[in-house]
C-alpha cells in the first residue's frame, strides 16, 4: 500500500500480467469465465461514515464473496496496524480470518478495495492456481481481481496529487487500467463510471490504449500500416530463408523467425521491440506464424495462406487474419 510515498506508473508487471491472464484461461473453463460478466455493483460494497465498522466490513465481504461464487467462505474481518493494506490466513475454510489495516478504519470506502484482494486470494487457493515466487503471486492475485470483476475498486483507490497519495495492490494503475480494459473489451462494460478518482480514469484510459494495441497487431486485420508493412518484410524474409543453407534450431527445424537484427541492431543502438510474431515451418515445411491471442494471450500458429479466420482454442475468441 503506497500511502503518500511515490506511486510507479507505466507497465513494468505486463509480461507477468499478461501471463496472469493466460494462466487464468488454463485453469477455469470457459463458461465459468463467463459467469464473471457482471462487475461487483458499487451499491453493494458502498460504505457510509455512519455505518458501524464491523457490520459494514463484514457486509462488504460477503458481497465480494458472493461475487466470487464462494457460498460456504466466511470472512472474519478486523483491524491492526501494519505496513500493507491487508492480509488474509489461507486455511481448509470455510472461515478466513482477514485483518485490515487500521487506515480504513477512517477511510471506510476503500475497504471494498482491500477485501476484493483478500477473496481473490481464497479464489485463487480453491482453485489451486498460484505463481511460483510471492512478488508473481501477487500480481496474480491483482490480474485476477480485475478481470473477474472486483478490481475496479483497487483502481479506484488511487489517489495523487502534487501532495499526497494512495495507492492499493502490486500493479501500477496503468496496468489496473489494462487489465480493466481487457475485461471491458471482452464483456462491453464500461467500469468507468463508477470511478470517484479523476487519477483512476486516467489510468484507465492509458491501460485502455495498450489493451487495443493487443487487437492491432498482425497478422490481425485490424494492424496498422507500419505493422503490416513490417509483417510483410518479416515473411518475405522467413520465406526467403526456408532454403537448405539456413540454421537449424536444435530440434531440427530451420530457424526462419525473420530477420536477426529485428530488435537489436548491429551497431549497438537500440532499435524497434521484437514483434509479437514468429514464423517457423511446419513438420512438411510449410510455413506457420504464431502469433498472442488478443484475449487470452496463448499464442495461436496459423499456416501463411493470407486470409484466414481463427478461433482461439483457448478463450473460443474468433479473430480475423491476414497471414
Given at each position: 500500500?503506497?500511502?503518500?510515498?511515490?506511486?510507479?506508473?507505466?507497465f513494468?508487471?505486463?509480461?507477468t500480467?499478461?501471463?496472469a491472464i493466460?494462466?487464468?484461461y488454463?485453469?477455469?473453463?470457459?463458461?465459468?469465465?463467463?459467469?464473471?460478466?457482471?462487475s461487483v455493483a458499487?451499491?453493494?460494497?458502498?460504505?457510509?461514515?455512519?455505518?458501524?465498522?464491523y457490520?459494514?466490513?463484514?457486509?462488504?465481504a460477503r458481497?465480494?464473496?458472493?461475487?466470487?461464487?464462494?457460498?460456504d467462505?466466511r470472512?472474519?474481518?478486523?483491524?491492526?496496524?501494519?505496513?500493507?493494506?491487508?492480509?488474509?490466513?489461507l486455511?481448509a475454510?470455510?472461515?478466513?480470518?482477514?485483518?485490515?489495516n487500521d487506515?480504513?478504519?477512517?477511510?471506510?470506502?476503500?475497504?471494498?478495495a482491500a477485501?476484493a484482494?483478500?477473496?481473490?486470494?481464497?479464489?485463487?487457493?480453491?482453485?489451486?492456481?498460484?505463481?511460483?515466487?510471492?512478488?508473481e503471486?501477487?500480481?496474480?492475485?491483482?490480474?485476477?481481481?480485475?478481470?473477474l470483476?472486483?478490481?475496479?475498486?483497487?483502481?479506484?483507490?488511487?489517489?495523487?496529487?502534487g501532495?499526497?497519495?494512495?495507492?492499493?495492490g502490486?500493479?501500477?494503475?496503468?496496468?489496473?487500467?489494462y487489465?480493466?480494459?481487457?475485461?471491458?473489451?471482452l464483456?462491453?462494460e464500461?467500469?468507468?463510471a463508477?470511478?470517484?478518482s479523476?487519477?483512476?480514469?486516467?489510468?484507465?484510459?492509458?491501460?485502455?490504449?495498450?489493451a487495443?494495441?493487443?487487437?492491432?497487431?498482425?497478422?490481425?486485420?485490424?494492424?496498422?500500416?507500419?505493422?503490416?508493412?513490417?509483417?510483410?518484410?518479416?515473411r518475405r524474409?522467413a520465406t526467403?530463408?526456408?532454403?537448405?543453407?539456413?540454421?537449424?534450431?536444435?530440434s531440427?527445424?530451420?530457424?526462419?523467425?525473420?530477420?536477426?537484427?529485428?530488435?537489436v541492431?548491429q551497431?549497438?543502438?537500440?532499435?524497434p521491440?521484437?514483434?509479437p510474431?514468429?514464423f517457423?515451418?511446419?513438420?512438411?515445411?510449410?510455413?506457420?506464424?504464431?502469433?498472442?491471442?488478443?484475449?487470452c494471450?496463448?499464442r495461436?500458429?496459423?499456416?501463411v495462406?493470407?486470409?484466414?479466420r481463427?478461433?482461439?482454442?483457448?478463450?473460443?475468441?474468433?479473430?480475423?487474419?491476414d497471414?
Amino acid at each position: 500500500m503506497a500511502n503518500g510515498g511515490p506511486v510507479e506508473h507505466g507497465f513494468p508487471h505486463l509480461e507477468t500480467v499478461r501471463a496472469a491472464i493466460t494462466a487464468l484461461y488454463k485453469r477455469l473453463p470457459y463458461d465459468t469465465v463467463q459467469m464473471f460478466s457482471a462487475s461487483v455493483a458499487p451499491a453493494g460494497v458502498a460504505f457510509c461514515d455512519t455505518d458501524d465498522l464491523y457490520l459494514g466490513a463484514q457486509r462488504v465481504a460477503r458481497e465480494i464473496v458472493g461475487h466470487f461464487r464462494l457460498p460456504d467462505a466466511r470472512l472474519i474481518v478486523g483491524f491492526r496496524e501494519m505496513t500493507h493494506a491487508a492480509n488474509v490466513e489461507l486455511t481448509a475454510g470455510p472461515e478466513y480470518f482477514v485483518e485490515l489495516n487500521d487506515r480504513f478504519r477512517t477511510h471506510r470506502g476503500d475497504i471494498g478495495a482491500a477485501l476484493a484482494h483478500e477473496v481473490a486470494h481464497v479464489y485463487l487457493h480453491r482453485i489451486d492456481l498460484a505463481f511460483p515466487t510471492t512478488a508473481e503471486n501477487e500480481i496474480l492475485t491483482d490480474t485476477v481481481t480485475a478481470y473477474l470483476g472486483a478490481g475496479w475498486l483497487r483502481l479506484d483507490a488511487f489517489r495523487e496529487d502534487g501532495v499526497s497519495s494512495q495507492k492499493l495492490g502490486y500493479l501500477t494503475p496503468e496496468e489496473f487500467g489494462y487489465v480493466l480494459a481487457k475485461r471491458a473489451l471482452l464483456f462491453h462494460e464500461d467500469p468507468s463510471a463508477w470511478f470517484t478518482s479523476p487519477q483512476a480514469y486516467t489510468a484507465y484510459a492509458k491501460g485502455m490504449a495498450r489493451a487495443r494495441r493487443d487487437e492491432q497487431q498482425p497478422p490481425l486485420t485490424a494492424a496498422g500500416w507500419a505493422g503490416r508493412r513490417r509483417y510483410a518484410h518479416d515473411r518475405r524474409k522467413a520465406t526467403e530463408g526456408r532454403d537448405t543453407s539456413a540454421p537449424r534450431s536444435p530440434s531440427g527445424r530451420r530457424q526462419t523467425s525473420g530477420p536477426r537484427d529485428a530488435s537489436v541492431p548491429q551497431n549497438g543502438t537500440v532499435g524497434p521491440p521484437a514483434p509479437p510474431y514468429s514464423f517457423d515451418p511446419d513438420s512438411a515445411g510449410h510455413l506457420r506464424v504464431s502469433f498472442p491471442c488478443p484475449t487470452c494471450r496463448q499464442r495461436i500458429r496459423v499456416p501463411v495462406r493470407g486470409r484466414v479466420r481463427v478461433r482461439c482454442g483457448l478463450c473460443r475468441t474468433v479473430l480475423e487474419c491476414d497471414t
